[in-house]
């Protein structure tokens, strides 16, 4: 594995992930390609040694396949947390399929695709059926895939334990609706080094990545309200009440 392209390198999951593949590579090792739509907004990437950054839209079938010649495998990261059901559809779905054909096209036969817990084509959100049809897409095309599963991912600057820090700093409560949903959340350091292993060694189709503990919506919420010096009453009430409820955080 010596030339891998990642995208969707530039996000949370991303950058831990060029991070602990540069140190398992080491400075000369693996040769890191990460594509951007904004170079500049990423430069705290293109300081790492091994990583080049490409300015690029992923979403042109000859722009994503000219990427993916000449790669040992391709990591995929790219994801969107809320959205209509045709961003969803474009995302979640139409890549995966571009990417699956551009693969063949390259002869890249290696891919790690990152998708979430609870994928399932009767899942109760648009998110987690559209996470199904993109594995699908691509297990379809034969590859050499490994898809990774992971719930609700924290770390420093995520978008879900934050999200709710920064809400009970500015409201004296905070209203909830699956309040008593259960979430295992997982370390980003934690699914990074998972990728980087199913690169390097064999691994099964597919990982799910969760943490040592289950928590309720409700006890994440005050956790990061105590973490953050805010702590702040959780109410249950209708979903059109609730403060944003995000399933995961890429």
């Not at 594995?1 to 080491?26: D, P, Q, R, W, Y």
């Not at 904004?38 to 396949?65: F, I, Q, W």
């Not at 600057?157 to 409201?171: C, E, H, M, W, Y």
Request: one cysteine or more; hydrophobic letters at 45%.
């Amino acid at each position: 594995m010596k030339n891998l392209l990642i995208l969707g390198g530039t996000g949370f999951v991303g950058s831990a992930l060029c991070e602990k593949l540069v140190e398992h590579f080491g400075a000369a090792g693996a040769r890191l390609t990460v594509p951007t739509r904004r170079a500049e907004r990423a430069k705290r990437l293109a300081m790492l040694p091994t990583v080049e950054l490409v300015e690029t839209d992923l979403h042109d079938d000859g722009r994503l396949t000219r990427l993916l010649f000449g790669r040992d495998a391709v990591i995929n990261l790219v994801a969107i947390l809320h959205g209509s059901a045709e961003e969803f559809e474009r995302v979640h779905v139409a890549l995966p399929q571009r990417l699956a054909r551009a693969c063949k096209v390259a002869g890249v036969p290696r891919v790690v695709h990152v998708s979430a817990l609870g994928a399932a084509a009767d899942a109760p959100s648009n998110y987690l059926r559209s996470k199904a049809v993109g594995e699908a897409a691509l297990r379809a095309a034969g590859l050499d895939l490994t898809v990774l599963r992971p719930s609700v991912i924290f770390g420093s600057g995520d978008r879900f334990l934050n999200l709710f820090a920064q809400l009970q700093a500015v409201f004296p409560l905070m209203p909830l609706a699956g309040a008593d949903a259960r979430f295992q959340p997982v370390w980003v350091e934690d699914v990074a080094a998972a990728i980087v292993r199913s690169l390097v060694s064999p691994a099964p189709e597919v990982v799910e990545c969760v943490g040592p503990h289950v928590y309720t919506l409700a006890e994440l919420v005050r956790l990061a309200g105590r973490w953050s010096g805010h702590e702040r009453p959780c109410c249950r009430c209708p979903t059109r009440w609730a403060a944003p409820r995000p399933r995961c955080s890429r």
